[in-house]
Structures are given as structure tokens and as C-alpha cells.
């Protein structure tokens, strides 16, 4: 185990490796808009096992995944309504989950086996630039 002491702020390099132990399946405890959070690479159903073991959760509760931009959402769903669209437009970033009809890039660990995603973009600049800093470094977009 290993502590980061961010409560002074953070560097970039301190980002590279918070995104380091993202990718090689380690989690972490970081805050969130409303509470610290567990997170780990969606993609990676073995860090996602870890979750649900840290935490006992029972695996048939789904997790959330954490977004960092419109384009980030419409990679884990399948499909986005006008209506839906104006409520991520509206009140994205924020402390709320929207559920949407996830794609097959999901691995079913995260959704419990369900055909729904909920999706999150936190409002909390560190989350935001883990995010977007692994976003960058699995894809262009």
C-alpha cells in the first residue's frame, strides 16, 4: 500500500503515477463530490474484483464509471436520447449518476450483468485530471 499525500495540492507527476497504479490494477481511495470514492480502471475486471472485495459489496450492485467528457459517454453507452443528452448538458459535472443503456465494451463486472451504465462526471478537479489524463493515454478522443 502506498499513501499520496495530496492534501497540499498536486503536481503532474503526481497524476502520472495516481494514473500508473490505475493501469496496473491497483485502486484508490480518493475524494468525490459528495464522498471519498474506491476507484480502479473500468476496463479491468480484476482491479473492479477488488472493489467489490474491499468494500464486501455484493456483487449483483453495479458501480459506477467516472467520465470526463461528453465524448467519454458515448463511448460506454450504447445509445444517448435528446432528453438524456440535456440532462448530462444541464447537470454534468455535478454529484449526480445518470444510468444509461451501456455497449458491449463494458465488462459485465461493472454493471453487475446489467444492460445499463451509471455514469458519473465528478466535480472535483483532481478526479477530473486523473480522468482525463487516462483518457489520453488509452485514446485520442
Do not use: C, H, W
Given at each position: 500500500?502506498?499513501?499520496?499525500?495530496?492534501?497540499?495540492?498536486?503536481?503532474?507527476?503526481?497524476?502520472?503515477?495516481?494514473?500508473?497504479?490505475?493501469?496496473?490494477?491497483?485502486?484508490?481511495?480518493v475524494p468525490t463530490d459528495t464522498v471519498y470514492g474506491i476507484i480502479a480502471d473500468s476496463m479491468n475486471e480484476k482491479?473492479?474484483?477488488?472493489?467489490?472485495?474491499?468494500?464486501?459489496?455484493d456483487i449483483s450492485k453495479?458501480?459506477?464509471?467516472?467520465?470526463?467528457?461528453?465524448?467519454?459517454?458515448?463511448?460506454?453507452?450504447?445509445?444517448?436520447s435528446e432528453e438524456e443528452e440535456k440532462i448530462i448538458k444541464r447537470f454534468f459535472p455535478g454529484p449526480i449518476t445518470i444510468i444509461l443503456d451501456r455497449n458491449e465494451k463494458i465488462p459485465s463486472i461493472?454493471?453487475?450483468?446489467?444492460?445499463?451504465?451509471?455514469?458519473?462526471?465528478?466535480?472535483?478537479?483532481?478526479l477530473m485530471d486523473i480522468i482525463e489524463f487516462l483518457r489520453k493515454t488509452y485514446c485520442c478522443n
Open positions: 500500500m502506498e499513501y499520496i499525500n495530496l492534501k497540499n495540492g498536486y503536481t503532474k507527476n503526481d497524476i502520472i503515477k495516481i494514473v500508473e497504479i490505475i493501469k496496473s490494477g491497483g485502486i484508490l481511495i482491479a473492479i474484483k477488488k472493489i467489490y472485495d474491499l468494500k464486501q459489496r453495479p458501480v459506477n464509471i467516472l467520465v470526463s467528457n461528453f465524448d467519454m459517454i458515448k463511448n460506454v453507452t450504447s445509445k444517448i461493472v454493471t453487475a450483468g446489467l444492460k445499463t451504465i451509471g455514469v458519473r462526471m465528478p466535480e472535483n478537479k483532481l
